[in-house]
């Protein structure tokens, strides 16, 4: 699954730690999103979706 968070955060001016603590997560759950090593549960894509004000196809795409 490919991810727009990096870019996302990049235009919010969010942090990886600021964007982990708004979804209640640790910074290393956002490293592995970014790098497409993790895929999110519906509950975290829906939270990151949330903070970005997207849904949730347009922060994350299946490849």
Do not use: C, H, W
């Amino acid at each position: 699954m490919k991810t727009r968070i990096k870019e996302l955060r990049a235009r919010d001016n969010l942090t990886q730690v600021e964007l982990a603590q708004k979804v209640s997560v640790r910074r290393e759950t956002i490293v592995f999103l970014e790098k497409g090593k993790y895929n999110p549960s519906l509950k975290l894509a829906f939270d990151i979706s949330k903070v970005f004000n997207m849904r949730i196809e347009e922060v994350f795409i299946m490849k």
